[in-house]
């Protein structure tokens, strides 16, 4: 969905969010330091391949993904990064690595790790690499309806 539509969500539901442009920036990191957010607070969405079907999973840009933790939470063994084609054409008008964490829009289940859950407000790509949505993480898990999990550790820098 385009930010468009995403923001008219946000709107049906009555969700205060502010829309924000930035340079073009490609990793989440970089997106948090262009918006002057928190890499924190800046969600971002990564897809697996769990038994065959796509899920997210979302964690702060600071953060990265355990896979032996996300397995262990998950309850499965197979589970796996997904490649780039096995997901491009799900998100059609996304810019490629721009996804929102909407997977749920998507047919996607959706996990995030339970320390983006510590943040009053998130931030989070909003299909393109030059605009995010900030808003309140409660909004955003009220209307997506992720499981929370632990599964990520912060970034050694």
């Given amino acids: 969905m385009p930010v468009k539509k995403l923001m008219e969500l946000l709107d049906k539901k009555n969700v205060k969010y502010i829309n924000i442009s930035h340079s073009t920036a490609y990793t989440a990191q970089e997106v948090a330091a262009q918006s002057h957010v928190s890499g924190k607070e800046f969600a971002k969405s990564v897809l697996f391949k769990l038994n065959g079907k796509l899920i997210m999973v ?45 997977g749920n829009l998507y047919g996607l289940k959706i996990y ?32 997506v309806k992720p499981k929370v999990l632990h599964f990520a550790s912060p970034t050694k820098t």
């Avoid at 491009?88 to 690595?97: A, M, N, S, V």
């Fill in 112 to 143: 995030v790790d339970k320390s983006l859950s510590e943040n009053e407000e998130i931030a989070f790509n909003a299909c393109s690499h030059k605009e995010i949505i900030r808003m309140s993480y409660n909004k955003w898990e009220n209307l």
């Fill in 58 to 102: 979302v964690l702060p840009a600071s953060y990265h993904v355990n896979l032996q933790m996300l397995k262990k939470e998950i309850g499965t063994e197979k589970i796996r990064l997904a490649y780039e084609q096995e997901f491009i054409d799900k998100f059609p008008d996304c810019e490629p690595g721009a996804m929102p964490p909407f």
